[in-house]
């Protein structure tokens, strides 16, 4: 029994744990701060609930495709965003962001907007179905290895510097001959993938999406998990997922009803959040801490 | 080896060039200079495609590059430094430099794959990366962090990371600004040996007694124009370039 | 719905927009960062009103100074506990932490208030008929008193000192300490302006609709498209986009089903972020 609720929290944690390492691809590693990244995460879960349903598909084939689109729109993303810096970047994601959302409530056809899809199936694998909560943690455990060695192969190489490099300097990175706006595509490519990853395994695991679970309180929450567990840091994301998903847990032991629980767990994330802002911008285990300010305070004098 | 012909840049209403047009010869190092605003910076931005140029060419090693986009100037062999040194101030001293080499399997899919010949690539780039830290005098710092650095070193980085891009022109922005006597004379001993080596350089600079010693040819600006060029010491006596430089004062008398 | 009523109703939404807008633009002017918490502000102020006049009992015109005053205390206090000390830091970790405090006062909000709507219960007026379309006295007052507030603002931007100040301070804040401005001390009136400004926008839509805990994330959407289309930082063009926004997000409806509303003025949004970033009069953009 008690296990049963620790294994629903270690799923939810290692679901949200692949959403920060996605988020961190694009925003710790290269310095894009995608406010539209919830719309990713929903995407891949729009896309693998409706190709189960509609078509059939096994969960592992539909959470493949589902990575691979969100990857591609992630993509299409960062070409038009390519020349924005900083505010504007942040409100052009913001805004594709919005638009996804929108979609999402008014594409009745389709996502059967407010109403949302029920009945999303479980994976199967030669017959046995993953439906309890603890043979899901096995598939979202497997799924988080993945990105998690697959990420950290990918920052640590000459491409990941480049990444880096981007973040720290642009302008300086292209003087050096990089392509930059091709990196950040397959950057957000890549942060694209992992998120429609996370987005199927959380339309299978729930069974039911609506469009409320894929806005900008999304997105903060995922940057809340990247910024406090350490921006830069593959493992922080790890950290940062537990701790904002276990956190808020013991309000319920103490006696609290569930109405005050969704708004109570907010107020600690965003809490957090402020705090770790003020007081370890680095975050948990971060190797890097907002350091924009240094940059622009320079080319005043420019 | 670099002919600008009729550069023209303007912002908003301000003309920060004006039709602009000197040469750079093969294998020389060339001042630039003038009084602050003249439009230096701005010439180097439009030269290595920060900016676009409103109008005029470009020409390099006999190409007219005047569209061509920033990156791609490197990899023909464009190298440069900046008057505030732009470093990549989280990454360590030797990844700057390794960032500066070209073709250095970059490229994503190779984040995966790494053959047998990626591998021996990849540590040749080390190896020629510490070399040229080597000649900057930076080696001992290779892994530190670079914001670590003192202003002095850094200004050693942006040189070092100028030479990783194999560069056959190099423009240097006030690579001297700031340095203490004995780095400069080893930064001056670095540009003397790069002609050596049949590499172009231009350089803006405003120490007048280091660009005479070191400068085949000097070129000097006043308000977005090319007032002068030639040979060094007849540029710095033209009457126009000394009125440039004491244009405040003189206004004064008369104002 | 006829043409000339979504006219009016554009206008009524624009001048909210507007006030909301030039509060923003403000910030963004002085400081450079999108301040999005303004949204809190605003909610702040809504619900203030409310409280004052309808859990406290306090008269209608105290209960809207009441308003006002707490929802400068509150943006105030905002800028002294989250943005004073990360003023270095940058425009992503003030947005950052902008969003982080958005988030928690609009949870603080809901836990003291709970979910349900509110009402100012104002008593219901007729409308009167203005040129084929209804329009209450309230909502009049409502468009007067938005244009009156951004004229003031726009006075004092203009000729008083402290609105010099501010100017100096956005421009350049190192020079104009060397001039004998404290930046700091300007700072606190930018927030003072624009807290002042959401407080006002929260009350009057208190006033003329219901309020609930989350109508602060499209108050600040509408702010900043808005402030995205008269151009970012540009304090008197905010007055323009506002009005624009509200009017083509309503009329936009006459064509399209409504719940594409939004989705207008994301568009717009991105309409303009893509072709013409500096807004329709130019905003203040940083350098490099």
């Known amino acids: 029994?008690?296990?049963?609720?620790?294994?629903?929290?270690?799923?939810?944690?290692?679901?949200?744990?692949?959403?920060?390492?996605?988020?961190?691809?694009?925003?710790?590693?290269?310095?894009?701060?995608?406010?539209?990244?919830?719309?990713?995460?929903?995407?891949?879960?729009?896309?693998?609930?409706?190709?189960?349903?509609?078509?059939?598909?096994?969960?592992?084939?539909?959470?493949?495709?589902?990575?691979?689109?969100?990857?591609?729109?992630?993509?299409?993303?960062?070409?038009?965003?390519?020349r924005l810096r900083g505010d504007y970047l942040a409100l052009a994601t913001l805004g594709f962001g919005f638009i996804v959302e929108s979609v999402f409530k008014n594409w009745m056809d389709v996502t059967r907007g407010p109403l949302g899809i029920p009945g999303i199936p479980k994976p199967e694998l030669f017959g046995f179905v993953f439906a309890s909560t603890e043979s899901y943690l096995l598939v979202v455990a497997f799924f988080l290895a993945i990105t998690y060695f697959v990420v950290k192969r990918v920052v640590?190489?000459?491409?990941?510097?480049?990444?880096?490099?981007?973040?720290?300097?642009?302008?300086?990175?292209?003087?050096?001959?990089?392509?930059?706006?091709?990196?950040?595509a397959l950057a957000l490519a890549l942060s694209g993938f992992f998120a429609g990853i996370a987005g199927s395994l959380f339309a299978h695991y729930i069974t039911f999406i609506d469009p409320s679970s894929f806005t900008i309180f999304e997105t903060i929450l995922a940057f809340s998990i990247v910024i406090i567990g350490g921006m830069g840091s593959v493992e922080g994301a790890l950290i940062g997922a537990a701790l904002l998903t276990f956190l808020p847990e013991p309000l319920r032991f103490i006696g609290f009803p569930s109405a005050i629980i969704g708004p109570a767990r907010q107020l600690i994330y965003a809490g957090l959040l402020i705090a770790i802002i003020l007081k370890r911008p680095e975050g948990i285990r971060g190797e890097y801490a907002f350091g924009l300010g240094e940059k622009h305070a320079k080319s005043k004098q420019a | 080896?670099?002919?600008?012909?009729?550069?023209?840049?303007?912002?908003?209403?301000?003309?920060?060039?004006?039709?602009?047009?000197?040469?750079?010869?093969?294998?020389?190092?060339?001042?630039?200079?003038?009084?602050?605003?003249?439009?230096?910076?701005?010439?180097?931005?439009?030269?290595?495609?920060?900016?676009?140029?409103?109008?005029?060419?470009?020409?390099?090693?006999?190409?007219?590059?005047?569209?061509?986009?920033?990156?791609?100037?490197?990899?023909?062999?464009?190298?440069?430094?900046?008057?505030?040194?732009?470093?990549?101030?989280?990454?360590?001293?030797?990844?700057?430099?390794?960032?500066?080499?070209?073709?250095?399997?970059?490229?994503?899919?190779?984040?995966?794959?790494?053959?047998?010949?990626?591998?021996?690539?990849?540590?040749?780039?080390r190896q020629?990366?510490?070399?040229?830290?080597?000649?900057?005098?930076?080696?001992?710092?290779?892994?530190?962090?670079?914001?670590?650095?003192?202003?002095?070193?850094?200004?050693?980085?942006?040189?070092?990371?100028?030479?990783?891009?194999?560069?056959?022109?190099?423009?240097?922005?006030?690579?001297?600004?700031?340095?203490?006597?004995?780095?400069?004379?080893?930064?001056?001993?670095?540009?003397?040996?790069?002609?050596?080596?049949?590499?172009?350089?231009?350089?803006?600079?405003?120490?007048?007694?280091?660009?005479?010693?070191?400068?085949?040819?000097?070129?000097a600006m006043d308000n977005g124009r090319v007032i002068a060029q030639g040979v060094p010491i007849k540029v710095l006596r033209d009457r126009k370039v000394v009125e440039s430089y004491l244009g405040e004062k003189s206004r004064e008398k008369f104002a | 719905m006829a043409l000339e009523q979504l006219i009016v109703n554009g206008l009524i939404a624009g001048a909210i927009y507007a006030l909301m807008a030039s509060g923003f633009s403000l910030v963004y002017n002085v400081l450079k960062f999108l301040h999005v918490a303004h949204g809190a502000i605003y909610v702040v102020g809504a619900f203030a009103g409310w409280w004052l006049a309808r859990v406290v009992g306090v008269p209608l015109p105290a209960a809207i100074v009441g308003a006002l005053v707490l929802s400068i205390i509150a943006g105030v206090l905002v800028d002294f506990v989250a943005y004073r000390p990360i003023r270095k830091k940058g425009e992503a970790a003030l947005l950052m932490i902008s969003f982080g405090v958005f988030i928690f006062v609009q949870s603080l909000v809901l836990l003291f208030f709970g979910a349900d709507v509110k009402s100012y219960g104002l008593p219901i007026e007729r409308g009167?008929?203005?040129?084929?379309?209804?329009?209450?006295?309230?909502?009049?007052?409502?468009?007067?008193?938005?244009l009156v507030t951004m004229a003031a603002l726009h006075v004092f931007l203009k000729f008083t000192k402290a609105g010099k100040a501010i100017r100096a301070v956005a421009d350049d804040a190192e020079v104009a300490r060397v001039v004998g401005i404290s930046p700091e001390r300007t700072i606190l009136v930018t927030f003072i302006l624009s807290s002042l400004?959401?407080?006002?926008?929260?009350?009057?839509?208190?006033?003329?609709?219901?309020?609930?805990?989350?109508?602060?994330?499209?108050?600040?959407?509408?702010?900043?498209?808005?402030?995205?289309?008269?151009?970012?930082?540009?304090?008197?063009?905010?007055?323009?986009?506002?009005?624009?926004?509200?009017?083509?997000?309503?009329?936009?409806?006459?064509?399209?089903?409504?719940?594409?509303?939004?989705?207008?003025?994301?568009?717009?949004?991105?309409?303009?972020?893509?072709?013409?970033?500096?807004?329709?009069?130019?905003?203040?953009?940083?350098?490099?």
Not at chain 1, 40 to 58: E, Q
Not at chain 2, 7 to 21: N, T
Not at chain 2, 144 to 159: F, V
Not at chain 3, 129 to 134: C, S, T, W, Y
Request: with cysteine; glycine share 12%.
């Open chain 2, 128 to 219: 020629r990366a510490l070399e040229i830290l080597g000649e900057v005098g930076l080696r001992e710092k290779a892994n530190d962090l670079a914001k670590n650095l003192s202003y002095g070193q850094q200004k050693l980085l942006e040189i070092a990371r100028a030479l990783a891009v194999e560069p056959k022109l190099l423009l240097l922005d006030e690579p001297l600004a700031g340095v203490n006597p004995a780095l400069a004379v080893k930064i001056i001993g670095i540009l003397r040996k790069l002609r050596e080596e049949g590499k172009t350089i231009l350089v803006i600079e405003h120490r007048m007694r280091d660009l005479l010693k070191l400068a085949d040819k000097m070129i």
């Open chain 2, 1 to 125: 080896m670099l002919k600008v012909n009729k550069l023209e840049k303007s912002f908003g209403g301000v003309r920060a060039l004006d039709s602009c047009s000197f040469e750079v010869e093969e294998g020389s190092i060339t001042g630039l200079i003038g009084p602050n605003g003249s439009g230096k910076t701005t010439l180097f931005n439009v030269v290595s495609g920060i900016y676009d140029a409103d109008a005029g060419s470009i020409v390099y090693d006999g190409e007219d590059i005047t569209e061509l986009e920033i990156y791609k100037r490197a990899a023909i062999g464009m190298g440069r430094t900046f008057q505030i040194v732009r470093i990549f101030p989280k990454l360590t001293v030797l990844d700057n430099v390794l960032l500066a080499q070209p073709h250095i399997g970059e490229s994503f899919w190779s984040a995966f794959i790494r053959s047998k010949g990626m591998r021996a690539d990849e540590s040749r780039h």
């Open chain 3, 197 to 288: 400004l959401a407080g006002v926008a929260g009350v009057l839509v208190g006033m003329e609709q219901n309020i609930e805990h989350a109508m602060g994330l499209s108050a600040v959407i509408s702010a900043l498209t808005a402030a995205v289309i008269g151009g970012i930082g540009n304090v008197p063009a905010a007055v323009p986009g506002g009005f624009l926004l509200g009017i083509v997000e309503n009329v936009g409806i006459f064509w399209l089903p409504s719940g594409w509303k939004a989705g207008i003025s994301f568009a717009l949004l991105i309409i303009f972020l893509f072709f013409r970033p500096k807004g329709l009069f130019g905003g203040k953009t940083r350098t490099v």
């Open chain 1, 1 to 82: 029994m008690v296990f049963a609720y620790i294994a629903n929290l270690l799923a939810l944690a290692g679901i949200y744990g692949i959403v920060g390492i996605s988020l961190n691809v694009a925003f710790g590693y290269t310095g894009l701060a995608n406010l539209g990244h919830a719309a990713l995460f929903g995407i891949g879960a729009y896309v693998s609930a409706l190709l189960a349903l509609s078509l059939g598909l096994p969960f592992w084939a539909a959470l493949l495709v589902a990575g691979l689109f969100a990857a591609f729109i992630g993509w299409l993303l960062a070409w038009p965003t390519a």
């Open chain 1, 156 to 184: 640590d190489s000459p491409f990941g510097r480049v990444l880096k490099a981007i973040r720290e300097d642009e302008l300086a990175a292209q003087s050096l001959g990089k392509h930059t706006h091709r990196y950040k």
């Open chain 3, 128 to 146: 009167l008929d203005v040129a084929g379309a209804i329009i209450t006295p309230l909502q009049i007052s409502l468009i007067a008193i938005s």
